[in-house]
């Protein structure tokens, strides 16, 4: 079975960056349709970024230009750089597939001074 890790959250102060890392362990799967989502309390679950499966990357309005979704196949792991965040990117960042397959504990990104 398909485990996701996220991984490479934390504490940052607006204007910075971090990246964050999805590892797939157990079976090797297609990255097609794997992004990011976040959630933050009270607040509706958010695709920020995706690999769509029509060839395109797709980004949040909210993120575009400041977050770069990248991946390494070879290593079944998917990416998150963000840059420029600000305090409404606090949230609970998880990597899934566009069918929400692979649900894991996700990763908390805390953007606060």
């Known amino acids: 079975q398909v485990r996701l890790v996220e991984s490479g959250g934390g504490l940052v102060q607006p204007g910075g960056s971090l990246t964050l890392s999805c590892a797939a362990s157990?079976?090797?799967?297609?990255?097609?349709?794997m992004g990011w989502y976040r959630q933050a309390p009270g607040k509706q679950r958010e695709l920020v970024a995706q690999?769509?499966?029509?060839?395109?990357?797709f980004y949040a309005n909210s993120v575009k230009g400041r977050f770069t979704l990248s991946r390494d196949n070879a290593k079944n792991t998917v990416y998150l750089q963000m840059n420029a965040l600000k305090p409404e990117d606090t949230a609970v960042y998880y990597c899934?597939?566009?069918?929400?397959?692979?649900w894991g504990q996700g990763t908390q990104v805390t953007v606060s001074s």
């Open positions: 899934n597939n566009d069918l929400g397959d692979y």
């Open positions: 157990g079976i090797i799967f297609t990255m097609n349709g």
């Open positions: 690999f769509t499966r029509v060839g395109f990357t």
